[in-house]
């Protein structure tokens, strides 16, 4: 969002409630942070997107792999996995998938040094209908570039950064939005069509941002907790406050282990710090995916579910299933041995943090009321694009020739004691941020400061 003006309000215009060094301040903030994070809001917008629509592009990619014409007797799931090693002796099954529907074609999951296929079997007749690198599959690509671009760690870390000073881009363009006259809905609510371009691409900028900020906001902060570092702090939270995983789950004592469920299976956000309890061997006795699948079946798992093999003598069968409501998500650790359910983790035995997260994320995701969810989520993926567009046209337009065009710093410094404890606040609540707090003070003080060139640039 932007200025109405190209300077801020005066007292006469603004009255008590404007005080004019926090709206430069807040200006300047706006411009520059609008101007660096836009390109990334972009991206995450197209590729969000683009996401949300992931069960029908890859039934359309996929429709041969998936479909098989349902028969009255189903191949047990032992049966099936051995097919899918026969055909790939080089790797090992580490995951089976049962179709969710009596059409839907059965998943083995098969690992060969450092890479993950998916072998789809045909549940009735045997015949393996194809193969998948797990990692080479569009959406999983596009899931990659949408969370990391692509880059790890440090991809990861970027789009951290960028969704959290998002939210300060929302927070500052209210501010600067915030109607200077009662009364007045030109401009505030609605677009001025007929007062010269400038004033056309400020509208089309800060209104549409205005009526959009909510679904921005609530998609940036559902985001979020796939994160690397912000995320895994409130997962912390979550999870070692006590409030994460109740003594109910365990079926016996609550498990020591130092690993946790992300380590051997795809689980749902709230059960990945989960620790894994261990199978206790035994003598002449080890239960079979057959088993596995049959207690999935008794506890009323979801349908589309995983099982996870174990990954050694001590490992357990992890189910997991990644469901469209929250409400449907579980995970279940069984030992290996005796088939006993070791524990039993379900949306109900979430804590209060637990629950909104897991329900923010499918929100997120467009799945968890279906069709209206994912055209919801796509109308504000396109409105985010809409106003970087907008916002870089206003900017271009009162750009001078020479210099970045940005609002000039406030002179009065003695206001900015004012806007020291928001920027504490941010600094802290979004670690990364403070970083960059920092990073750019350093810069500008030491830097271009020192640079005429670089000063004239920044300040034109």
Known sequence: MNEANSKPPSSADAGKRFNPTIYQTLWRWHFYA????????????????????KPQIEELIYHDYYHVKPQKEKLSPEQQTAVAATRYPDGKVVRYRPGEHASR???????????????????????????????QKFMNQLEALHGELMAGV????????????????IITGIYLWWPRKRGKLRGILLPR????????????????????????????????P???????????LATNSGIGYPPSIWIGEKPVSDVTAK?????????????VPESRRQKDMKISIDDAVGIAEERNVHPGYNVFFPQDAKGVYSLSVFSPRA?????????????????????????????????????????????INQLIGLAICIGIVGVSVSGFILWRKRKPKSGLGAPPAPKNKKSMKYLAGSMLFFGLFFPLVGLSLIVVWLLEHFVIRRVSALKSFFSA
């Open 154 to 169: 440090i991809g990861d870390r970027i789009v951290e950064l960028a969704a959290c000073w998002s939210i300060i881009l």
């Open 263 to 275: 380590e051997v299976a795809d689980v749902p956000w709230a059960a990945e710090h989960m620790a």
């Open 193 to 224: 069509l007929s007062k010269g371009k400038k004033i056309l691409w400020r509208d089309l900028h800060a209104v549409p941002a205005f009526w959009l900020s909510a679904g921005m906001f609530f998609l940036i902060i559902t985001g979020l």
């Open 105 to 135: 074609s059965s998943e083995v999951g098969i690992a060969a040094g450092d890479s993950t296929y998916t072998v789809y079997v045909n549940p009735y007749s045997g015949k393996v209908m194809g193969k998948l690198d797990d990692n």
């Open 327 to 371: 409400q449907d998500e579980a995970t279940v650790h069984i030992d290996q041995y005796t088939g006993g359910v070791l524990a039993d983790y379900r949306f109900q035995d979430y804590g209060a943090l637990g629950k909104i997260i897991a329900m923010g994320i499918t929100l997120h995701k467009g799945s968890q009321f279906g069709f």
């Open 34 to 53: 609008g101007l660096i994070i836009a390109p990334f809001l972009v991206l995450l917008a197209v590729t969000g997107g683009i996401y949300l629509f």
């Open 226 to 236: 796939w994160s690397g570092l912000w995320g895994n702090t409130v997962q912390h």
